[in-house]
Nanobody, 123 residues
Framework: QVHLVESGGGLVQAGGSLRLSCAAS????????MGWFRQDPGKEREFVAAISRAGVYTYYAESVKARFTISRDNAKNTMYLQMNSLKPEDTGVYYCATKLATMIKDDYAMDYWGKGTLVTVSS
């Protein structure tokens, strides 16, 4: 059992930055690959970024490459998503998720999900 809590969402102007955090508790944090997903009202949930359980590998959706950076601190049981050069289309509820696997890639079948944190980017 893993409990995930996202934080850091808010309202920001286009071009601005925001840093999301996902605090995890439960099973050993380092055994889970983790990822960020987002969902805008009326749209399907989409993959944003993922990081392997040891933090060696990262994978990003094409829409956020060069703008977002995913990282994790296993000592703090926390994952982060640094979002720069934000665009209105980045608006949505961002969800932290984890899976008992080495890496998340082209996979939406997560073992655990957080409740989400809202990110709103104004133009």
């Amino acid at each position: 059992q893993v409990h995930l809590v996202e934080s850091g969402g808010g309202l920001v102007q286009a071009g601005g930055s925001l840093r999301l955090s996902c605090a995890a508790s439960g099973r050993t944090f380092s055994t889970y690959a983790m990822g960020w997903f987002r969902q805008d009202p009326g749209k399907e949930r989409e993959f944003v970024a993922a990081i392997s359980r040891a933090g060696v590998y990262t994978y990003y959706a094409e829409s956020v490459k060069a703008r977002f950076t995913i990282s994790r601190d296993n000592a703090k049981n926390t994952m982060y998503l640094q979002m720069n050069s934000l665009k209105p289309e980045d608006t949505g509820v961002y969800y932290c998720a984890t899976k008992l696997a080495t890496m998340i890639k082209d996979d939406y079948a997560m073992d655990y999900w957080g409740k989400g944190t809202l990110v709103t980017v104004s133009s």
